[in-house]
């Protein structure tokens, strides 16, 4: 079953009219740009280490505490309701680079929003942005194998920026919804952009 494509901006409703959907995968996936060539033919970069997280975040958008972070040095928050599958180091080979289990409906009832985010891990000692990756994008997948319900392909220019806010499932009522964002930023790690949100 294919998904449905977003836009920058727009919201899709994720559970009213899939009824029983609990457990979602979010999928992250990206590949390396093709290297600049030198005057001496190509030019080798370095893998570019591209890192997804989530931040559960409160009713007011804040980090309640962090274990609320799920990222590659914290796998899970305390429920277990968020799993990372864990780090790619590359983001060659087809698919989702990183993967994110959200039980949907085990996520404790002070967590309104799930934020998904990708730094490039040590960006700055590498030189590296995401100027230098391609083909990036987020998706929604029904975690009983019914398939993709929602891609958003990040396709802006994200030159300089080691960063991307890519999108968010949040709270509508008793149901979920997933907004996409595409939002860079110049955070260098995960937890300087976590502290955004204290």
């Not at 029983?20 to 030198?38: H, K, T, Y």
């Not at 007011?60 to 799993?83: A, Y």
């Not at 864990?86 to 996520?107: F, P, R, W, Y």
């Not at 929604?140 to 891609?151: F, K």
Request: hydrophobic fraction near 40%; charged fraction near 20%.
């Amino acid at each position: 079953m294919a998904g449905i494509n977003l836009v920058k901006g727009q919201k899709i409703d994720l559970t009213k009219g899939n009824a029983g959907l609990s457990n979602v995968i979010v999928g992250l996936g990206w590949d390396p740009a093709e290297p600049a060539r030198g005057f001496f033919g190509v030019k080798k970069q370095a893998n570019v280490d591209c890192d997804a997280s989530a931040l559960l975040l409160s009713e007011n958008g804040k980090l309640l505490n962090k274990t609320n972070l799920v990222c590659f040095h914290n796998k899970q928050n305390p429920n277990n309701s968020v799993i990372h599958s864990g780090d790619n180091l590359t983001g060659d080979g087809d698919g989702d680079d990183e993967q994110i289990k959200v039980n949907l409906k085990a996520i404790p009832s002070d967590v309104h929003k799930v934020l998904v985010v990708v730094n490039i891990y040590d960006a700055v000692n590498r030189k590296q942005d995401f100027g230098m990756i391609k083909s990036a994008y987020i998706r929604i997948m029904n975690a009983a194998g019914s398939g993709e319900l929602v891609r958003f392909n990040l396709t802006d220019n994200y030159t300089g920026f080691t960063a991307l806010i890519c999108g968010e499932l949040y709270r509508h009522g008793e149901e979920w919804k997933f907004a996409a964002i595409g939002e860079g930023s110049h955070a260098a790690h995960i937890n300087q952009l976590a502290e955004r949100y204290i």
